[in-house]
């Protein structure tokens, strides 16, 4: 609190600095006209429409198909090894199979192995036609 000294007496101000107030409401003033005319804008969403006649969920999911990947960078696909060039062509042949039931691929890579080998084999799931790709965690 600030005190006047005119008088030789100190008293108490009961004036109130209101040019803080002020700055802050500016800046808000400020926010809200730069933000308000970009809300006013529609964004198009095209939304999943019910269907009346959902598709039959009698097919027993395919097991999982496990695809690691060493620290050299070596893919092994379900337990087998295989060279990366050919890991395209097997995924392309698990998704012919049965394009509507396709088995779920958990990639397990080792924390020393490089990210291209990685992005390969995305890149090659995503050429396929993959669908249901998924991480294996190891808890530490």
Same mark, same amino acid.
């Not at 000294?5 to 808000?28: E, H």
């Not at 926010?31 to 939304?47: E, G, H, K, Q, W």
């Not at 050919?86 to 995924?91: C, G, I, P, R, T």
């Not at 509507?100 to 799931?125: C, F, H, M, W």
């Given at each position: 609190?600030?005190?006047?000294?005119?008088?030789?007496?100190?008293? =108490?101000?009961? &004036?109130?600095?209101?040019?803080?107030?002020?700055?802050?409401?500016?800046?808000?003033?400020?926010?809200?006209?730069?933000?308000?005319?970009?809300?006013?804008?529609?964004?198009?969403?095209?939304?999943?429409?019910?269907?009346?006649? =959902?598709?039959?969920?009698?097919?027993?999911?395919?097991?999982?198909?496990?695809?690691?990947? &060493?620290?050299?960078?070596?893919?092994?696909? &379900?337990?087998? =090894?295989?060279?990366?060039? +050919?890991?395209?062509? !097997?995924?392309?042949?698990? !998704? +012919?199979? &049965?394009?509507?039931? +396709?088995?779920? !691929?958990?990639?397990?890579?080792?924390?020393?192995? +490089?990210?291209?080998?990685?992005?390969?084999?995305?890149?090659?799931?995503?050429?396929?036609?993959?669908?249901?790709?998924?991480? !294996?965690?190891?808890?530490?």
């Amino acid at each position: 609190m600030a005190f006047k000294n005119d008088s030789g007496g100190a008293s =108490p101000m009961a &004036d109130m600095n209101v040019t803080p107030l002020v700055d802050v409401m500016l800046v808000l003033l400020i926010i809200f006209m730069v933000t308000a005319p970009i809300s006013s804008y529609p964004i198009d969403i095209n939304l999943p429409q019910p269907t009346l006649n =959902p598709p039959p969920v009698d097919k027993e999911p395919p097991p999982p198909v496990s695809l690691v990947i &060493d620290a050299s960078g070596a893919v092994t696909w &379900d337990h087998t =090894p295989m060279p990366m060039s +050919q890991l395209e062509s !097997v995924m392309r042949q698990t !998704v +012919q199979r &049965d394009p509507t039931n +396709q088995p779920r !691929v958990e990639i397990d890579v080792n924390g020393q192995a +490089q990210y291209e080998a990685l992005a390969k084999v995305l890149a090659y799931s995503k050429n396929a036609g993959m669908d249901k790709i998924g991480f !294996v965690q190891h808890d530490q």
